[in-house]
C-alpha cells in the first residue's frame, strides 16, 4: 500500500538485490519482458553500473523497501541513435495501480527533459492496457506493433512500440 514515506532516489549498487526480486518475478511469471533466465545479483550491480555511468536510474522506496524503478537506456548501438533511449518501468507485483507508476515515469522524465537526449522509446508486449495508459498519460504515441515477434511461456507476443520527442 502506497505510503507518505518515500522517496524516489537514484539507484545504488546496494539496492541490486532488491532489484532482482522485484524483477525477477516478471521474468518468471509473466511475458511482460522478453528475459527468461532470472537475474543474478552480480549481473544486476553490473546493469546498474553501465546504465547509470550515462543515464538516470531511479527507484520508488518506502520504508526501507524498493517497491518500483524506472530507467533509460540507450536505444542501439548505432552513432546516429545517441540520443535516443528506451524506458523501462516496474513495480513490485502487487503495487499497481496506486500511482507509484506516474511518479516514477514524471521523475524519470523530468531528468530526461534537462538532458541532452530527444527521444524516448518504450516496448510493450501487447496486451498491457496499464502500460499503455501510463505512457499515453504522458504523451507517447503509438508507433508501431509487431505481430507475433516474440515467444515466451508457449505463445507468441505482439509488441507495441511507443515513443516520446522531449
Same mark, same amino acid.
Given at each position: 500500500?502506497?505510503?507518505n514515506n518515500y522517496v524516489i532516489r537514484p539507484v545504488t549498487i546496494t539496492d541490486a538485490?532488491?532489484?532482482?526480486?522485484?524483477? #525477477? %518475478?516478471?521474468?518468471?511469471? =509473466? *511475458?511482460? =519482458?522478453? !528475459?527468461?533466465?532470472? *537475474?543474478?545479483l552480480q549481473t544486476m550491480e553490473e546493469r546498474i553500473? #553501465?546504465? =547509470?555511468?550515462? %543515464?538516470?536510474?531511479? *527507484?520508488?522506496?518506502?520504508?526501507g523497501e524498493i517497491i518500483g524503478y524506472a530507467y533509460v537506456n540507450k536505444w542501439r548501438e548505432r552513432f546516429a541513435y545517441r540520443f535516443s533511449v !528506451? #524506458?523501462?518501468? %516496474?513495480?513490485? &507485483?502487487?503495487f499497481e495501480g496506486q500511482g507509484m507508476g506516474s511518479r516514477l515515469l514524471a521523475a524519470l522524465l523530468d531528468k530526461l527533459h534537462k538532458?541532452?537526449? &530527444?527521444?524516448v522509446v518504450s516496448a510493450? =508486449?501487447?496486451p498491457n492496457e496499464r502500460s499503455i495508459a501510463l505512457h499515453?498519460? $504522458?504523451? $507517447?504515441?503509438?508507433?508501431?506493433?509487431? #505481430?507475433?515477434?516474440? $515467444?515466451k511461456m508457449d505463445r507468441w507476443?505482439? *509488441?507495441? %512500440?511507443w515513443e516520446l520527442i522531449l
Open positions: 500500500m502506497l505510503s538485490a532488491s532489484l532482482c526480486s522485484l524483477y #525477477n %518475478y516478471y521474468i518468471e511469471q =509473466t *511475458v511482460i =519482458t522478453f !528475459e527468461q533466465e532470472p *537475474v543474478s553500473r #553501465n546504465i =547509470t555511468a550515462r %543515464y538516470p536510474w531511479l *527507484v520508488w522506496e518506502d520504508g !528506451e #524506458n523501462s518501468i %516496474y513495480l513490485r &507485483h502487487g538532458s541532452d537526449l &530527444h527521444a510493450i =508486449t501487447l499515453e498519460k $504522458f504523451g $507517447f504515441k503509438a508507433i508501431a506493433r509487431f #505481430n507475433e515477434i516474440g $515467444f507476443l505482439d *509488441v507495441g %512500440y
